[in-house]
């Protein structure tokens, strides 16, 4: 048996390498607390939805104070360019900031400024907000609906619309991409599944 070749040990390392390198990318799941977050390794790119509550109203038995927007940017190496915004908001009130990797369990992020409603419940401007993941999940991206209404389908064709549909601004959370269609789960009293429209969907890099 001959021995390996330079040029072979040199392939093999950076086939290792690059191996090593995905195995250390985002994963994608829930983050504790109260983030979900999803990692495409085609585009490189982070999408995520934070929403949490602070304080309590004994009037009305809700939160007193919500916190709430998307995340998206590329990730590079350890760190991602993130702005984040909540739908609707204009492009002058997005608010930037960086997403970084600390290891393969944890990540924070850092904005340059608050959200509102964000200050009564996590800050995020003044030292980065710090979360781990406690569940991970298949996700490739976190979008949501911009459609009036949109129907879930058990299969990519028009005629196999079911009855459960999505309404503006509901969030999902995208497994598959198939040309014109997007296999998405939707976190409601229970978890919907199901093919909708990608037109009807806002992804990370539409306008």
Not at 22 to 38: T, V
Not at 71 to 95: F, K, M, V
Not at 98 to 120: A, M, T, V
Request: proline share 5%; net charge neutral; aromatic share 14%.
């Amino acid at each position: 048996m001959k021995s390996m070749s330079k040029a072979t040990i040199v392939l093999t390392f950076i086939a290792y390498f690059a191996f090593f390198a995905n195995a250390q990318k985002l994963l994608s799941g829930e983050y504790e607390p109260g983030l979900k977050l999803a990692f495409d390794p085609v585009s490189e790119t982070v999408t995520a939805y934070f929403e949490s509550y602070g304080g309590w109203d004994e009037n009305s038995q809700r939160p007193q104070f919500s916190c709430i927007f998307f995340i998206e940017g590329p990730l590079h190496s350890n760190q991602a360019t993130i702005r984040s915004y909540y739908p609707g908001d204009p492009p002058d009130q997005y608010i930037d900031g960086k997403l970084e990797i600390i290891d393969s369990q944890n990540i924070r992020i850092l904005l340059s400024g608050e959200h509102p409603g964000c200050w009564n419940v996590m800050h995020f401007s003044e030292d980065p907000a710090e979360f781990s993941l406690s569940k991970a999940i298949p996700w490739i991206q976190v979008a949501y609906v911009t459609a009036d209404k949109s129907y879930f389908h058990s299969e990519t064709a028009v005629a196999k619309k079911l009855k459960s549909y999505l309404i503006k601004n509901d969030v999902v959370y995208i497994e598959q991409r198939q040309a014109d269609w997007v296999l998405c789960n939707f976190y409601g009293k229970r978890r919907t599944k199901g093919w909708l429209r990608r037109s009807d969907v806002k992804e990370a890099g539409q306008p």
